[in-house]
């Protein structure tokens, strides 16, 4: 079960939407979830990859080590 607070504009947008189309309010938050969670996951799982470089506790490859490491 989840709660959200959301901004008066978009509920107002979603309630409209959900009366012109005779869906729930719930059904297009969920489906707004389902299309994004993917990319929000990168974005986040990227930035903390990013972090743990900049402090040198993440390894990286030179372009010519990584073709070398997937040819093996």
Same mark, same amino acid.
């Given at each position: 079960? !989840?709660? /959200?607070?959301?901004?008066? $504009?978009?509920?107002?947008?979603? @309630?409209? !939407? =959900?009366?012109?189309?005779?869906?729930? #309010?719930?059904?297009?938050?969920? @489906?707004?979830?389902? @299309?994004? !969670?993917?990319?929000?996951? %990168?974005?986040?799982? =990227?930035?903390?990859?990013?972090?743990? /470089?900049?402090?040198? #506790? $993440?390894? /990286? !490859?030179?372009?010519?080590?990584?073709?070398? @490491?997937? %040819?093996?």
């Amino acid at each position: 079960m !989840l709660a /959200i607070r959301l901004p008066e $504009e978009i509920e107002t947008r979603l @309630e409209k !939407l =959900a009366r012109a189309t005779g869906r729930t #309010k719930t059904y297009y938050a969920r @489906e707004a979830i389902m @299309e994004h !969670l993917d990319d929000l996951e %990168d974005i986040y799982l =990227a930035e903390q990859t990013l972090e743990r /470089i900049r402090k040198g #506790k $993440e390894d /990286i !490859l030179s372009e010519e080590e990584f073709w070398r @490491e997937l %040819d093996n």
